[in-house]
């Protein structure tokens, strides 16, 4: 693969590239589904391919070919380099620039005891059963549990002589109940929504989530939900647990901290930003309890690597540090533009993805003390948990998120279960309003599969991590 | 041999690389590429070219499936032997309904000579096009255009096989407190106007400088084709696929033959209507069969899969999605609403006192049962006043329901509009829906966001 990569770069340059790199990937990826103690999907895809990337009179090209030959290699690259050469036929307002990067030549494996591609299916298919026999419950009508696994490697080669191979291993799975009645449906899941969370590691993951010891609990939550009450309208205090934290994190802070959405080139689909170049260093982003950090080295971090699609090396970077605006996340062409050393965020979503400004793992640090001291603080106010609806504007400003589940706080302790809980706020507005966070005991990472970006479209496999956290004045129970 | 061919060639290789009591194998090629601009750059040009088999082994009710982009014949074998594993680690499947017979289907259109052979520079050239007709602001979007093959191959007897062409051009026109939005979609590359679709997002866009704050309200609204298709697709996502209803999520479950919407509303599924992006089969092989899903506001059906038509006595519609997706349901990738009779000004002047909305960003559905969808408006939303569209407004915040808003609508548009739904990810498969644009007496805004422009 590495000389594969080498060759289509060095056929890029010949017709006429000034830079080019190139990534040959192979991708093994297996899907297990159960759904009322019946297997719904048993899948087991493979896909390999190289993307070549070019520069040629500074406009980009890309092209991919299936083939992991000397001709697919050679064949992306001048289909590439002809792409570029069309695009740049008229000229355009900007001219690529790549900031200076050493040229890198390393390798990288996850650490992990199991590879989770090895994992029989049958061992699998157990897994998910025995959870959904833990959810058994009279009032549950659809229980559902899956796991999956993947193997990847990646090489890559640039013009500027970098050489990589890193070889990334992951795994994932989660439950979920759902419960209805009367016109109503509820859901509970663990460990969290949307599939469940996933990690850079072998099958260990896997078994410490221990989805079957939280099957009760989730269906008994499900059913319980159908009689709760729902969410009151008002504004108040509210705590949100670690994962809704984590999808609070990615959406109001990671994609806005995304330089090619502060640039604009994402306008038209995923959006721009409300940060502006200038902000770095003096955006009040939040109270001075907020400290936010980009780890690509993070242990079983979905955005962990050695180097990033651009052949940067892996490196932790401050985001926000006591509330104000200090990094974001870009690659070699942002940080020409930017002026400072920002990059190290690129990643492709395959062979035949150009790669793009992403997040890697983007943390929360945490705060000092329990859960329970967050709640000691709150005479009246709503606690929040696992993410069921997402939705922020364009700028990354206005959001609406709902929970699946909420419990009122009285007098410090939690009380009546609610249901179909949601809130909304400003970004910066909201983070002003973090008032506590608790400490690392109480800190999660989850790890999702799913953030769509780029035309045409990417997924990202990015991580979080995130400890519950306090917030004063906040607008909750927004329905229609 | 043509592409077609070639497709089909390929799944019936990959169908007797395989043994089992059952095998399908299904066939995805495509070529397309994308002139991604931004900043009125073209900046993110990708081509692609891949081909792809998914392979179904059922061995004594156990069912599993392998795929992969290795088509040759050690690729296929291994991925064979993948499947066959697949099932024999399965345990028998009691609902799984047998692959489907052999079945003809439809002769649909869909396929450009002319759009499967554009070539990159042509591709890069019609974006430059809708570039310089935008000289006053920074256009963003795309011009693609792709060729995609489908074949179906089983040891029932399916051999189907389709082409199909389809392209798009998306532009949206912004700068510093501006921006407009338009596209066009066709199967027929040449009949896209990129200059027209540019021109239109920056007349859009020079109306939306000094925007202004709208309150929460209940209010009427005109609903761009563009938007309503949006809604229209997460509301057609989480209700009118037969999986959701068969397990009451859906809002139509216990709805079917119940007028729940304005008598003016009729809503079809056509894979075979040329003025969509049509489809003769589903991913099983199953001809497509158009489905009249509400009918003068009367909700008649929704859209079937071998599986869940097996589980509710019925026959399969045709709109299975591939393994392993099939575990969402089914869905309808051809949706068609009639038109009404009125042009948008005059929907405007029935809505009288409301706001005017011309796309919609980042949805999400809030409840499923209640067909309860939340999403800002961007790139283009007014204020109307007294029967006229006055001002620009911020992006808003909605949380509206979407069988309220077409529960009591003030009129439809009479020219239609096909709304590309697919942003392309994984393998290329275009989808998109025809609408007219809508009035209505109902849509909730909840909050105010961010004003227009970059």
């Known amino acids: 693969m590495r000389d594969l990569c080498r060759h289509a770069v060095d056929a890029a340059v010949a017709s006429g590239a000034g830079y080019a790199d190139a990534r040959a990937i192979t991708r093994r990826a297996q899907d297990v589904s159960t759904k009322n103690r019946q297997v719904e999907t048993v899948s087991d895809a493979e896909s390999a391919g190289i993307g070549v990337r070019v520069l040629v009179d500074g406009a980009w090209g890309f092209a991919c070919d299936r083939r992991l030959t000397d001709d697919g290699a050679r064949d992306a690259a001048l289909r590439a380099a002809a792409f570029a050469r069309a695009s740049a036929s008229r000229g355009g307002k900007r001219r690529v620039e790549l900031a200076p990067a050493p040229a890198r030549q390393g390798e990288y494996q996850t650490p992990g005891h199991r590879d989770p591609i090895d994992v029989p299916l049958a061992e699998k298919i157990e897994v998910c059963l025995r959870a959904e026999e833990a959810m058994s419950h009279r009032d549950v009508e659809i229980t559902e549990a899956s796991v999956r696994a993947q193997r990847e490697e990646r090489a890559f080669a640039s013009s500027e002589g970098a050489d990589i191979f890193q070889k990334f291993y992951e795994c994932g799975g989660g439950i979920s109940s759902l419960a209805i009645a009367d016109g109503r449906v509820q859901t509970r899941s663990y460990p969290s929504s949307h599939g469940g969370s996933s990690a850079q590691a072998g099958w260990e993951y896997i078994e410490s989530l221990g989805l079957d010891g939280e099957g009760p609990r989730v269906a008994e939550e499900a059913a319980a939900l159908l009689r709760a009450a729902p969410c009151p309208a008002g504004v108040t205090t509210i705590v949100l647990d670690s994962e809704q934290m984590e999808l609070q994190v990615h959406e109001s802070v990671g994609h806005p901290t995304e330089l090619d959405r502060v640039y604009g080139t994402e306008a038209a689909y995923a959006g721009t930003s409300f940060l502006k170049p200038e902000d770095l260093g003096s955006l009040r982003y939040g109270s001075d309890l907020m400290n936010i950090t980009a780890d690509p080295t993070t242990p079983q971090g979905l955005g962990t690597f050695a180097f990033d699609d651009e052949g940067v090396p892996a490196a932790r970077q401050p985001i926000v540090e006591a509330g104000v605006l200090r990094g974001f996340l870009g690659s070699r062409e942002t940080s020409a533009v930017l002026g400072t050393s920002t990059g190290g965020s690129m990643r492709a979503d395959g062979w035949s993805r150009m790669p793009l400004v992403r997040m890697t793992n983007l943390h929360l640090e945490a705060g000092e003390g329990s859960f329970e001291d967050l709640l000691a603080d709150v005479d009246d106010g709503i606690y929040l948990a696992t993410n069921k609806s997402w939705s922020i504007d364009d700028k990354r400003l206005n959001f609406q998120f709902g929970t699946e589940i909420a419990w009122e706080i009285k007098r410090g302790k939690l009380g009546r279960m609610l249901r179909d809980a949601t809130y909304t706020g400003v970004t910066p507005v909201f983070w002003g309003s973090l008032d506590a966070l608790a400490g690392p005991d109480e800190w999660r990472m989850q790890g999702l599969t799913n953030c769509g970006k780029g035309q045409p479209g990417q997924h990202a496999h990015v991580s979080h991590g995130a400890p519950p956290a306090r917030f004063r004045d906040v607008q909750v129970g927004v329905r229609s | ?454």
């Open chain 2, 1 to 454: 041999m043509s592409e077609s061919e070639r497709a089909l060639d390929v799944a019936e290789r990959a169908r007797r690389a395989a043994s089992g009591d059952e095998i399908d194998a299904l066939v995805h090629l495509e070529r397309s590429g994308f002139a991604r601009f931004a900043g009125s750059t073209v900046h993110q040009p990708t081509l692609i070219e891949d081909e792809s088999v998914t392979i179904r082994v059922v061995r004594d009710g156990r069912v599993g499936a392998s795929s992969t982009n290795r088509t040759d014949d050690d690729g296929l074998r291994a991925a064979a032997k993948r499947a066959g594993e697949a099932a024999d680690n399965a345990p028998a499947d009691p609902a799984f309904p047998g692959l489907p017979p052999a079945a003809e289907a439809p002769a649909v259109e869909g396929f450009d000579e002319e759009t499967a052979a554009l070539a990159p520079e042509e591709q890069a050239a019609r974006a430059w096009t809708a570039i310089e007709a935008a000289p006053r602001h920074g256009l963003y979007g795309y011009f693609t255009s792709g060729a995609t093959d489908i074949a179906v191959a089983s040891s029932t007897g399916i051999a189907a096989s389709q082409s199909m062409t389809d392209a798009t051009v998306r532009a949206l026109a912004a700068s510093d407190g501006e921006s407009g939005y338009a596209e066009a979609t066709s199967w027929r590359a040449g009949e896209l106007d990129p200059a027209a679709v540019a021109s239109e997002a920056a007349e859009k866009a020079i109306r939306t400088r000094d925007a202004a704050a709208f309150e929460a309200a209940v209010c009427r609204a005109v609903l761009e084709p563009y938007a309503f298709a949006e809604l229209l697709w997460y509301f057609a996502f989480s209700s009118l696929g037969a999986l959701s209803l068969l397990e009451g999520r859906s809002y139509l479950a216990e709805r079917i033959g119940e007028r729940c919407f304005d008598p003016s509303f009729t809503l079809r599924d056509d894979g075979r209507d040329a003025r969509g992006l049509p489809k003769a089969f589903d991913f099983e092989g199953v001809p497509k069969e158009p489905v009249t899903l509400v009918e003068d506001g009367v909700v008649r059906d929704v859209v079937w899969d071998r599986r869940t038509a097996a589980r509710a006595g019925r026959e399969s519609t045709g709109h299975a999605l591939a393994a392993p997706a099939q575990a969402h349901g089914p869905l309808p990738f051809n949706l068609v609403v009639e038109p009404g009779d009125a042009d948008v000004d005059e929907l405007v002047e029935r809505v009288d006192d409301g706001i005017y909305v011309t796309r919609l960003h980042y949805l999400n559905i809030v409840d499923p049962r209640e067909g309860l969808i939340t999403g800002m408006t961007r790139d283009g939303t007014f204020r109307i006043e007294k029967g006229r569209v006055t001002r620009p407004l911020v992006n808003l915040r909605f949380t509206t329901s979407f069988p309220a808003l077409v529960e009591r609508l003030l009129g439809l548009s009479s020219d239609v509009k096909l709304v590309n739904l697919s942003d392309f990810y994984d393998e290329r498969y275009p989808y998109a829906s025809l609408v007219p644009a809508v009035a209505t007496e109902t849509f909730t805004i909840v909050g105010s966001g961010s004003g227009p422009g970059l």
